[in-house]
């Protein structure tokens, strides 16, 4: 049996699984209360354990985890329950698999309901603590490691844990205020001072402020989004990335996924009780029209030819659904304009917009007489509704060959920082750079693990490749730096290793169960599967570690998926059938010459030695709230911290320019040219690039390049 049969079999048997649970959610909720909470519950649970990756019984140590997950989600803080009100909620610590089981919510609704008082209360709260100065002569000190903070004895505590956090926030603002004044004072001496009675006045009115948005985006807030979050705990304690989304996240994972949406091409922010335009996306319907600006404030939205609709006070997720549209609709703005404050109506033809910072993009360099090209991949970026858009695959292909077209000697692979995204394209281009072969394998519960293969045998690019790796790098990312690393055919450098996310998830809309409840149920985002390299081990955990480990600002610090709670575990299944290439004659050479200039650069080793002293303040939770231990410490900080201010700066000197293909788009396109001159500019200064180049202008190709699968 080929693996493209495995492939569909198995797929097959979990779609067949997943149907025959959808006739017995028919038949059972027809005579239920059709109750959409329940409806959730009861389809969830049912998806959760016939399908997910891990065989999870939901019992007294499940219910205790999502008692846990639901009440740190709503008070991570420790702002609004006390210690009565968790002892109340424990009755149902070890019974909610039971309440689960029958499709009962009781569990949220007493929590929920409490919540919803105590942030009635925390208004009161804050404005009254806030109203009048705090004593910061007292000796007092704060720890903000809430994990270890126990929740508060009483109110009267609770008020005092308000009061410490508002104290914090006011003594930092009193700080930096402080310290900007002493920086004007030094540039001008006649710059007038303002006393520390004028500063912490204005200090708590800026944190009275932020808390009066703050609230007013959680009255914002309904049931759904709530009870999501209860969802989440629920499908949370399956592991960390099985997650319910709402209908709003849904759309958004969509977008996210294909880079694309269709309304205005505007960024919206939240301002007060207003609608604010943030940004204009590069080439965009209101980018074209040209009347709509950053910081405009969009008062009114009408469809057509139709009334207007107030969207002041609005939340900022229900006017956006007003703004958008579908491609070729018209929608009128009335806008408040920022420049002179007068309003106008303003009309766009809403079309497809494409969100550029997502997309491929390459950029060439010149180093000692030799041309070569680095791409930058955000993420593996697909469309589910459209299969032919773009996507990473496509564009990877074309962008190779219009470096080809430049005649770069090597290629650079960008993906720190890439967070992953669509299996397929991830096999796809790293199908790009060998003839054909294994590239990931992949296993559902209780079955033997599935090889996927690159079947093409057409080799895009044939030359010498490095992959640019961070901690940040997971998933997808992952997979193809694994494949170029067992096959040898590109050197992996930057972070000791990637972040570790060795599972697949499907994205399963829940009205596929329940298709007779009109509304929209939202989606799960369900662990189904492990991946794991051709060499036969997981990338869970471990991630894949670099040939080349370079320090930077995460070196030390608790990060990846190894410090998640629930992570599944590592393991390891039989390698599949598969040829090196060792593609370069010099490989051990280069990597050692590479370790040794890291080992000896004054730059390196002080950024190691930042990453350290990251860590040893990640550690330190606690802080004083008196005036002059708070600053003692603060100057303290800000000495040894002066000791890396270098850390990072630097320049290669090197000239980083577009392809040639770009040069007709910046004249139709100034801001898309602004924004790659910004990144030209970024790469010279980049010494994980310089690096990065040092070790592709060192490696010599074999002169036979290819892979025969045994």
Known sequence: MNSKQKISISILAFLMLLSSFSFQAKSELDIKDPNKDKILVYVLKNILTRGHFVVKDMNDNFSEQVFKNFIDGLDPSKRYFTQADI???????????????????SFYNLVYNRFSEKTKNAKLYYA????????????????????????????NELIDYWRKQLKLSTLSRIQDKIEKQESKLKKDKKYKVKSFDELEKEAR???????????????ELEHEDWFSTFLNSVVGAFDPHTTYMAPRMKERFDQDMSGKLEGIGARLSKKGIYTEVFELVSGGPAWKQGELEDGDIILEVAQGDEEPIDIVGMRL??????????????????????????TKVISIIRDVVELEETFVKSSIVEKDGKKYGIIDLPKFYISFDDKNYRDSAKDMEQEIERLKEENVSGLILDLRNNGGGSLKTAIEIAGLFITQGPIVQVK????????????????????????????????????????????GRAVIIGGNQTYGKGTVQSVIPINNFYPKFEDDLGAIKMTIQKFYRVNGGSTQIEGVYSDIAIPSRYSYMKFGERDLD???????????????????????????NSKNRIANSSKFNLINDYAKWLKENQENTSFSLNYKDFSKDSKKQENASKKYKTAFEYNSNLTFTSPKYEFPLFQKDSILKDKRDDWHKSLAKDLYVAEALNVLSELKLKNDVHIVKN
Do not use: H
């Not at 659904?321 to 007068?342: A, H, N, P, S």
């Not at 690159?454 to 193809?480: C, H, R, T, Y």
């Open 128 to 155: 009254d603590l806030l109203a009048k100065p705090f004593n910061f002569s007292k000796k007092e000190k704060i720890d903000v490691d809430y994990d270890k903070v126990p929740f508060a004895k009483n109110e």
């Open 444 to 487: 559902y519960r209780g079955q033997e693990p599935i090889v996927k293969d690159d079947l093409d045998p057409k080799m895009q690019w044939k030359g010498s490749i490095v992959v640019l790796v961070n901690e940040l790098s997971a998933s997808a990312s992952e997979i193809f730096a694994a494949a170029m690393q067992d096959y």
């Open 317 to 342: 997720d229900d006017a956006i659904k007003f703004i958008k549209g579908k491609k070729g609709t018209e929608v009128r703005l009335t806008v408040k304009k920022k420049l002179d404050g007068t």
């Open 87 to 105: 002892k109340e909620f424990s009755k149902y610590k070890y019974k909610i698999d039971d309440q689960l089981l029958k499709d009962d919510v």
């Open 566 to 592: 629930g992570a599944l575990a590592w393991d390891k299944v039989p390698q599949a059938k598969y040829t090196q290439t060792n593609s370069y004659q010099n490989f051990s050479e280069v990597i050692n």
């Open 205 to 219: 009115a800026e944190v009275l402020k932020n808390m009066n948005e703050l609230y007013l985006r959680i009255e």
